[in-house]
């Protein structure tokens, strides 16, 4: 007997299922790059790289593309990572004294401290975002960055909202196997929906 589906369900559950694997397989070649920790600014580019290219539908060989633009980028990107994987060391190294010792950090340091790694946290989130999609040097991405996160901070705080749930998520080993899954991509994804248009606009201004 035929089944009776609506018009059009066959695509909609196809888009689905499509998006639903690209997401898997960039998480897991986003992990595997970012295993060494050093190299986590390339493989984060490239990750930010290939969901742009698939927000404006044109979707490829991911894992071609993905290891091509973590070539590309993986001397600038490294450059570009490691000023704010010493700012999230020291942040994280705080906390645990903090919840070792507490006490032991005075307030004075603590505060300034945890500013800091909030304004890191905030510029981060375009950091990567815009070394995959436009050409520029170290300093001029850097301070785009800064720019951006502050100009357009409405969006600057639910990207950084949404890396966030990544960071919790890890920390428990009943959500660890959404972080293999989809925790890189999936918070990523909701960041190139953020920031699309704000990237868009530049282009026309470069135009």
Request: proline fraction near 5%; charge should be neutral; glycine fraction near 6%.
């Amino acid at each position: 007997m035929p089944v009776l589906r609506l018009q059009g369900e066959d695509n909609v559950i196809i888009r689905v299922t499509t998006m639903i694997s690209y997401l898997v397989w960039i998480n897991i070649l986003t992990i595997i790059c970012c295993l060494p920790i050093v190299t986590a600014g390339a493989a984060l580019t490239a990750m930010h790289d290939e969901l742009q290219l698939i927000s404006r539908k044109e979707e490829g060989y991911i894992t071609r593309r993905f290891f091509t633009t973590f070539r590309s980028n993986l001397k600038q990107a490294t450059l570009l990572w490691i000023p704010f994987m010493l700012i999230f060391a020291g942040c994280v190294a705080d906390v645990v004294i903090i919840m070792v010792s507490p006490g032991l950090i005075p307030n004075y340091i603590m505060i300034p401290a945890g500013a800091a790694g909030l304004i890191a946290w905030f510029v981060f989130q375009w950091v990567f975002p815009l070394q995959a999609r436009f050409e520029g040097g170290f300093g001029v991405v850097m301070r785009m960055a800064f720019l951006l996160s502050a100009a357009r901070f409405p969006r600057t705080f639910f990207m950084a909202a949404a890396g966030i749930l990544t960071v919790l998520a890890a920390g428990s080993l009943l959500t660890l196997p959404f972080v293999v899954l989809f925790g890189f991509s999936v918070p990523a994804m909701i960041s190139v929906k953020l920031y699309k248009s704000v990237f868009e606009d530049l282009e026309k201004d470069e135009e």
